[in-house]
C-alpha cells in the first residue's frame, strides 16, 4: 500500500500564492507518478498537474500552466505544487494521487489517494 499525505492548503487573496506538498510513505517505490487533482464544489474532478518521479516533462492542465509548477524531491518522497497568481475558480480541495503506471492525464487511472487538503481562494 501507498500512504499519501497532503499539507499547505489554507486560505488566501486572489493573486496570492500557496505551496502544496504531498508525502508519500509506505510502498512509496511503487509509484512512477504522482499527480494533483482538484475538486471544487459541484464539479468534476480535475487533475491539474502530474510528474515523474524519475523526471522528464511534467503534465499541466490547460488551467494551471503558467502558474503553478510541480516539483519533486525524491529523497523525502515529496511532491510539491507551487500555486501563483491564485484565482477564485482555483478553490478546491487539493488531492494528491500516485500511479504505478505512466504519468497519466486521467485522473481516474490513479489507485492511490491521499486524503485532500482544502485551497480556498477569495475575492
Known amino acids: 500500500q501507498v500512504q499519501l499525505v497532503e499539507s499547505g492548503g489554507g486560505l488566501v487573496q486572489a493573486g496570492g500564492s500557496l505551496r502544496l506538498s504531498c508525502k508519500a510513505s509506505?510502498?512509496?517505490?511503487?509509484?512512477?507518478?504522482l499527480a494533483w487533482v482538484r475538486q471544487a464544489p459541484g464539479k468534476e474532478r480535475e487533475l491539474v498537474a502530474g510528474?515523474?518521479?524519475?523526471?522528464?516533462?511534467?503534465y499541466y492542465a490547460d488551467s494551471a500552466k503558467g502558474r503553478f509548477t510541480i516539483s519533486r524531491d525524491n529523497a523525502e518522497n515529496t511532491v510539491y505544487l507551487q500555486m501563483n497568481s491564485l484565482k477564485p475558480e482555483d478553490t478546491a480541495v487539493y488531492y494528491c494521487?500516485?500511479?504505478?503506471?505512466?504519468?497519466?492525464?486521467?485522473?481516474?487511472?490513479?489507485?492511490?489517494w491521499g486524503q485532500g487538503t482544502q485551497v480556498t481562494v477569495s475575492s
Open positions: 494521487a500516485a500511479s504505478t503506471g505512466v504519468l497519466y492525464s486521467d485522473y481516474n487511472k490513479y489507485a492511490y
Open positions: 509506505g510502498r512509496a517505490s511503487s509509484t512512477v507518478a
Open positions: 510528474i515523474t518521479w524519475s523526471g522528464g516533462t511534467p
